[in-house]
């Protein structure tokens, strides 16, 4: 299995540009989660869907960030107008009923907004 | 779910064994340890989980004190590969709870040095 995979791998923007981050989970996995990650903050978990559906997006941080599932094998993480404060890396992650603490994780976006 | 208190730095020689250690006082009855680790510009990755019992795998073995308040994972032979962020994170499985969520706190930054 080719694992997470994410795009782009890097994405330079300027502020108040959109941006969308890219997700493909693993095949068959049905937890799908997205993490920011920044120095001062460290991990956090933004939001995360089971079967395609948002369970908990209570780490979104403000109504600029959005995401979707479509479908099983694609997710999106959106920010529109994107902000200087919103550079980070962005990992996507996915993971299986039974074992949902074992999380697979991208190799992240790493965002910079200008 | 429990909080963690980890050590924010170790060393450890390459070939011998890296102990590192994570108090959870208030751990309930109902929830794992697990462990992750991150290499640097890399996702984090699974290593190891359990309840009450020791459990060993190809990566690590996790100890876990019998009053269940602290645990520690034991990387037998560090390699300079092993160099990472290592976090530990207790939560309930997510059959007691909806979905999986895992908090990342700030974890212990492990340096093998040659």
């Known amino acids: 299995d080719a694992g997470v995979i994410q795009s782009p791998r890097h994405e330079v923007t300027e502020m108040g540009q959109e941006v969308t981050l890219r997700c493909k989970p693993i095949?068959?996995?049905?937890?799908l989660f997205w993490y920011r990650q920044t120095m001062m903050r460290g991990l956090e978990l933004l939001i995360y869907f089971n079967n395609n559906v948002p369970i908990d997006d209570s780490g979104m941080p403000e109504d600029r960030f959005s995401a979707k599932m479509p479908n099983a094998s694609f997710s999106t993480l959106k920010i529109q107008p994107s902000e200087p404060r919103d550079s980070a890396v962005y990992f996507c992650?996915?993971?299986?009923?039974?074992?949902?603490?074992?999380?697979?994780f991208g190799s992240g976006t790493q965002l910079s907004v200008l | 779910d429990a909080k963690t208190t980890q050590p924010p730095s170790m060393d450890c020689a390459e070939g011998r064994a890296a102990n590192l250690p994570c108090n959870h006082s208030t751990i309930s009855g109902n929830e794992y340890v697990y462990w992750y680790r991150q290499i640097h510009s890399q996702g984090p990755q699974y290593i190891i989980h359990g309840l009450k019992n020791n459990e060993t795998n190809e990566m690590a073995s996790l100890i876990i004190t019998e009053d269940r308040k602290s645990s520690t994972l034991i990387l037998p032979h560090a390699t300079l590969r092993d160099t990472a962020v290592y976090y530990c994170?207790?939560?309930?499985?997510?059959?007691?709870?909806?979905?999986?969520?895992?908090?990342f706190g700030q974890g212990t930054e492990l340096s093998v040095k040659p």
């Open positions: 095949s068959g996995h049905d937890y």
């Open positions: 992650a996915s993971s299986r009923t039974g074992v949902v603490e074992k999380l697979f």
């Open positions: 994170i207790v939560r309930p499985p997510s059959i007691y709870n909806q979905g999986g969520k895992l908090i």
